[in-house]
């Protein structure tokens, strides 16, 4: 059974940081472009940040113009996860986090954490 489950999301004053977490189980993880997407209160969902094996250890990671120098992703495919480093949080960045997997056709998403920042 797939899984995607991620943890990390919480209240945080505008300037400061959280990470995210997004643990995979049910599918061959190392293989699959993984994401972080968000939407915020009457929203539509936007892409974060991806990061794309290139084989061996080798990652591509690319950002939304927003979050560029901001957010970090990165991943372990040793423990299937993925993470999400975010600094010099604003309150733009509140939002429902969600991880998503995809190596088509199969797409695959998790439930989804809250980031709330107060300004």
């Known amino acids: 059974q797939v899984q995607l489950v991620e943890s990390g999301g919480g209240l945080v004053q505008a300037g400061g940081s959280l990470r995210l977490f997004c643990v995979a189980s049910?599918?061959?993880?190392?293989?699959?472009?993984m994401r972080w997407y968000r939407q915020a209160p009457g929203k539509e969902r936007e892409l974060v940040a991806a990061i794309i094996p290139l084989g061996g250890s080798t990652n591509l990671a690319d950002y939304a113009d927003s979050v560029k120098g901001r957010f970090t992703i990165s991943r372990d495919n040793a423990k299937n996860t993925v993470y999400l480093q975010m600094n010099s949080l604003k309150s733009e960045d509140t939002a429902v986090y969600y991880c998503n997997a995809n190596r088509p056709p199969e797409d695959y998403w998790g439930k989804g954490t809250l980031v709330t920042v107060s300004s």
């Open positions: 049910g599918f061959v993880f190392r293989s699959y472009r």
